[in-house]
């Protein structure tokens, strides 16, 4: 049985190109990076080629891109710092955010009375910019606000250009979460005035435990990994020379192929929602995922009219590898904060949500397969609903 793979944001397959460009370095390039013979300066400058085509694609000095492991710990980097070097007494943030920032939030607000502010986003998933200039107007205390550019699960977009200038006005430092935006959008930070920004590159076809940090020249921001000067201090340990690599070629093909594969996911989400549409009477769109100039265009959150607790387990048993969530939530007994936000009490009861997530890979074959499952499924229940009523 052919896999039919529509879990893209959570992980991406990684391009051949990416594969072979880390083999390369792997069998040749071996070296320690911070040695000083020719070995290790030949895995230096490897590095350095990918912080460079990294800061050209965002339009920002190459001495602001730092390396780690992936956003989850850019992420934490950017907001721990913010607190015990930077003197950020307040965080404004959302309950939409994905968990390494929700829980890093909390552990600072619990070990360092940090006050934490929440943007309550109203029932399609939006943040009321209005809301965070009057939550900026309040308090003299150094502000750091933190919210991501496109949700994970439902797909929305942040106007991040628009909410970085509003915390400009109020002297507040900006971090978004950039992990599913950089390398699908054309993002500009030369004209945004955005402090910090994290990135994964396995959510654009590169390697898993590899990403970097976007961090402001002159912002003040020191390293939480300490024991050596790697990564401007900012980040002490060898680097993960075959990843960074594979973090570069992967942004490499995708800036090269950014329109191209825009239009033709695009084409794909568009087409799975009016299949949705036709075929699954009573089916809904969560947030804005189904309206095109408001959600990235590789995410489509949906809520099925019937509750099923195993539905990604039956997809599964037929091939078909998805989400009813984030992949961080997986196996949770309840809904993620996310869907507790932007579904009614009724909703969540008698509906089930879904996430399906495309790439360039992703067939309209593979979607018809998908919705001609789901129609079984649908049926399926159908029956067995009608004969619990009819008993």
Sequence with gaps: MDKIYLDNAATTALSPEVIDAMVDVMKISYGNPSSTHSIGQE????????RREAATYLKVSPSEIIFTS????????????????????????SPLEH???AESVQELKKLFGVEVVYLRPNKKGDIDLNDLEEALKKLEKKTLVSLMHVNNEIGNLLDIEKTADICKKYDALFHSDTVQTIGHLDL?????????????AHKFHGPKGSGFAFVRKASG?????????????????????VGIVGLGKALEISIENLETYKNQIQEIKN????????????????????????????????????????????????????SQGSACSSGAARPS???????????????TPLRISFSHNTTKAEI??????????????????ANSQYR
């Design 43 to 50: 895995a230096k400058t490897l590095i350095e080629k990918v």
């Design 70 to 93: 992936c956003g989850t710990e850019s992420n934490n980097m950017i907001l721990k710092s913010a607190v015990h070097h930077l003197g950020v007494q307040r965080i404004i943030t």
């Design 99 to 101: 968990k390494c920032v």
């Design 188 to 200: 500009d930070f030369s004209k945004i005035n955005i402090d910090f920004a994290s990135c994964s």
């Design 221 to 241: 921001l020191k390293g939480i990994i300490t024991g050596g000067p790697q990564e401007r201090s900012l980040r002490a340990g060898t680097e993960n020379v």
């Design 271 to 322: 087409y799975t929602i009016s299949q949705l549409k036709e075929n699954i009477p009573g089916i809904k769109f969560n947030g804005r995922s189904d309206q095109e100039s408001e959600s990235l265009y590789t995410v489509l959150s949906t809520l099925l009219p019937y509750k099923d607790a195993m539905i990604g387990l039956k997809l599964d048993m037929e091939g078909i590898a998805l």
């Design 337 to 351: 904060m996310v869907m507790m936000m932007v579904l009614e009490e009724h909703d969540m009861e008698n509906g």
């Design 368 to 385: 018809d397969r998908f919705v001609e499952i789901l129609i079984s499924i649908t049926k399926t229940h159908e029956i067995e609903n």
